[in-house]
């Protein structure tokens, strides 16, 4: 088995350029590039289940106010009715 060898100069030269390896810089600068995107990539998954979250509750407190609002309106609905039937009762 052939043993592999430190490069022969530490620096980016054109053979190794010739030979299809990249600017070591140009790479740093991919990486990094990859990390931002993975970073932004994970803290938008966060963000939709923090979404997620908030509309389940808010979508329970609207439910929780429309069963109020409606319960209110039911209330109003009897008393107005009775009102209306003692006014028609009493005119007779």
Known sequence: MLEILPPAHPHFTRLQRSRGAMDP???QMFDDLIHRFDTFRSEF???G????????????????????????LDSLEQFASAQYTTAIIADN
């Open 25 to 27: 810089v140009v790479r």
């Open 49 to 72: 289940a923090r979404l997620d979250r908030r509309f389940t509750e808010s979508e329970a407190f609207r439910s929780e106010h429309d069963s109020a609002v409606d319960s209110r």
């Open 45 to 47: 998954d966060g963000l």
